[in-house]
């Protein structure tokens, strides 16, 4: 359902864009988020994109610096990062939701998430 990609080994300050591919059934039909786990810390949502009301949701401690975006052509959601820090490393995920339920899963691990991708590795050096 869901195929992340775009990960790497950056430097803290420097950018990434994750993109995250569904079908087009999934695209329509299913709110997308971006959740990440670092090394002994809890599953976190990162950014989402309500689907229904167009809403965009962020973490506090990625806000101006992260940005998803929803790619209509390409049926991907992206989750541009920019001014990467080395606590931003962790895997990170895209997952799926109906329609209208992301926003309280996304202020969490989103444990009420329906599909998940399979991660992809962040890295950020000092």
């Known amino acids: 359902h869901l195929q992340a990609s775009g990960g790497g080994l950056v430097q803290a300050g420097n950018s990434l864009e994750l993109s995250c591919a569904v079908s087009r059934f999934t695209f329509e039909n299913y709110d997308i988020g971006w959740f990440r786990q670092a090394p002994e810390k809890m599953r976190e949502g990162v950014a989402c994109?309500?689907?229904?009301?167009?809403?965009?949701i962020y973490a506090d401690s990625v806000k101006g610096r992260f940005t998803i975006s929803g790619d209509n052509a390409s049926n991907t959601v992206n989750l541009r990062m920019t001014s990467l820090k080395p606590e931003d490393t962790a895997i990170y995920y895209c997952a799926a939701i109906a329609w209208g339920a992301i926003a309280k899963q996304c202020k969490g691990p989103g444990y009420g998430m329906h599909y998940w991708g399979k991660g992809t590795q962040v890295t950020v050096s000092s």
């Open positions: 994109l309500s689907r229904s009301d167009g809403d965009t």
